[in-house]
């Protein structure tokens, strides 16, 4: 076998399209949606060199038209967990013994593929299926999985090259990094294509194997992302995408001895019995799990009597009503002083006027639907109840139908009381709360950020007094894995920002970082002595 040091191309962010009128890539997307809706699709399963189907057909229909059927998706139980397990075992040895720069040729060029031949088949169906605005799909699917993909690929060859810094005279130390022991099992989101299609492709890339199941809200553009993985040449196995009830997966996962990990991305409940359940299971394993989650987010924009207020509420308003406030980092509590608050209000509420809402395939709406009738049910009892409380005070928005899709509109409520319910619980949803504090109170109100909520995912401060903004980043250094100084909250790059929270938020791993990748690896150090003791004797010992 040929050896050599490869250096793999350097990543750099992939160009966003603008979708403008007029340009190309406007009329392309719009005829993969066109393409898209024409037609029902069957999605089977993958596991191993299968594509398997089932009599259980689950209908997919956008969240924005739920009369509207895009295809069907067949649903597994037990017995397709056990399989796609063994049929990632068995291609297990292969994979992992396949060269890395082997390995990284497939992940770049599943980028390449997703950049041209499959960014508006990926954007269309993300857009449909999961109901994100061009713009949306595009920064998400297209842009943040080809930056995850291609900068992961990196940061690989950085954790190959790292060996240890000396090597004394007769002595030669390395280190190697081995995939872990078993299977992986991938459990990703319904709101970022990117992020289930990270989730498997990073453990895979270090030479592990996965057992991938999907939101069920996703799996229409899931299934695309397989298409592309095994069109870059990912062997049959080594990625398995199943759809099955949760529990029903977790009981066959979780109990399996060659379990080795959990890369998660969804709710903190869901996450912690997860957590609970390995624990009490981990004598059954051959190793210790890795666990690695990036749960809720009750995430916060805080504004200093000293800020910019125009940017100050354009933060607020894209950061809580982008794709319809569904993403972990969204702003979904805020807190403005009282002597900002009247032109800050005005401001927003003449921007949330001009918001247009409804389908995707529309690309003058700003605002589209949330992702299904639980999400839509959860979210109009808590505005129901905003309206009745003494405490709140809806100054925009509060409606809500789902006649033709599951619609709730951009909601700004104002509490009185710092601790209000929906200042307090993840809501996932276009539903803002304001606190409005005295500008006397900012140390106080520090404390309140601070304290309000279980998670510590993204939060922001919009201020202008440099001593304010080093005392917020000081006092809020817990509150959030991500923190943003004059700008929202939302939007972290790859190679930029990598991504995560703790505290309730998730074990900070950093998604699109060299941290993440090194959680799916077990290194071994390395000695090797040229000229070997041959005699037990140390100098010590001997006589005067």
């Not at 619609?407 to 409520?413: L, R």
Request: charged letters at 20%; a neutral charge.
């Amino acid at each position: 076998m040929l050896k050599g040091f490869f250096n793999v191309p350097v990543p750099t962010n992939e160009p966003i399209y603008s979708y403008a009128p007029g340009t190309k890539e406007r009329a392309l997307l719009k005829n993969a949606l066109a393409e898209a809706r024409s037609k029902q699709i069957d999605i089977p399963m993958y596991i191993g060199n299968a594509e398997v189907t089932t009599n259980k057909k689950v209908a997919i229909r956008p969240p924005h038209d739920h009369q509207h059927i895009l295809g069907y998706f067949n649903y597994g139980d037990k017995s397709h967990v056990e399989k796609a397990i063994e049929a990632a075992l068995a291609a297990k040895k292969d994979w992992e013994n396949l060269a890395w720069e082997h390995r990284a040729a497939i992940f770049l060029k599943a980028a390449d593929l997703v950049a041209g031949k499959y960014r508006y088949e990926l954007n269309a169906a993300t857009m449909l299926g999961q109901s994100k605005n061009a713009f949306q799909a595009e920064i998400d699917a297209a842009c943040e999985l080809i930056d995850f993909l291609r900068f992961n690929v990196s940061y690989m060859e950085e954790i190959y090259k790292q060996q240890p810094p000396v090597s004394p005279r007769g002595v030669w130390n390395r280190l190697e990094q081995r995939p872990l022991e078993g299977f992986i099992f991938a459990l990703t989101p319904f709101n970022f294509t990117a992020i289930a299609g990270n989730l498997p492709t990073s453990c895979a890339m270090m030479g592990n194997v996965v057992v991938w199941k999907p939101a069920d809200t996703q799996v229409y553009a899931a299934n695309v992302l397989m298409k592309i993985f095994k069109e870059a040449g990912v062997p049959d196995g080594v990625i398995n995408l199943i759809y099955a009830d949760g529990p029903e997966v977790g009981e066959v996962v979780f109990n399996h001895p060659d379990f080795a990990g959990i890369h998660f991305t969804g709710s903190t409940p869901v996450f912690q019995h997860i957590w609970k359940t390995i624990g009490t299971n981990i004598h059954k394993y051959k190793s210790y799990p890795r666990i690695v989650g990036e749960t809720g987010g009750k995430d916060f924009i805080l504004v200093h009597a000293s800020a910019d207020y125009k940017a100050a509420a354009t933060g607020i308003v894209r950061g809580a009503f982008e794709y319809q406030g569904q993403k972990c980092s969204a702003a979904s509590r805020a807190y403005i002083p009282k002597s900002l608050w009247p032109q800050m209000k005005e401001m927003m509420l003449a921007d949330i006027a001009t918001f247009k809402m409804g389908p995707t395939e529309d690309f003058a709406n700003f605002v589209n639907a949330v992702i299904d009738e639980k999400s839509f049910k959860k979210l109009a009892k808590y505005l129901d109840q905003a309206k009745n409380d003494a405490d709140a005070e809806i100054i925009c928005g509060g409606n809500y139908d789902q006649s033709k899709g599951y619609f709730i509109e951009p909601t700004i409520i104002v509490a009185s009381q710092p601790k209000y319910t929906t200042m307090c619980e993840e809501l996932f949803g276009p539903v803002l709360t304001i606190y409005v504090y005295d500008d006397k109170d900012f140390e106080k109100t520090l404390k309140l950020v601070d304290e309000t909520s279980i998670y510590a995912l993204t939060g922001a401060i919009f201020a202008q007094d440099r001593y304010a903004i080093e005392q917020a980043s000081v006092a809020l250094r817990n509150a959030a894995g991500n923190f943003y100084i004059n700008d929202k909250c939302t939007g972290a790059v790859v190679g930029q920002q990598p991504f995560g929270g703790a505290r309730g938020s998730g074990t900070n791993d950093k998604a699109g970082s060299m941290i993440n990748l090194l959680r799916w690896v077990s290194p071994r150090t390395i000695k090797e002595s040229f000229e070997p003791p041959v005699d037990y004797r140390y100098p010590f010992l001997e006589q005067e």
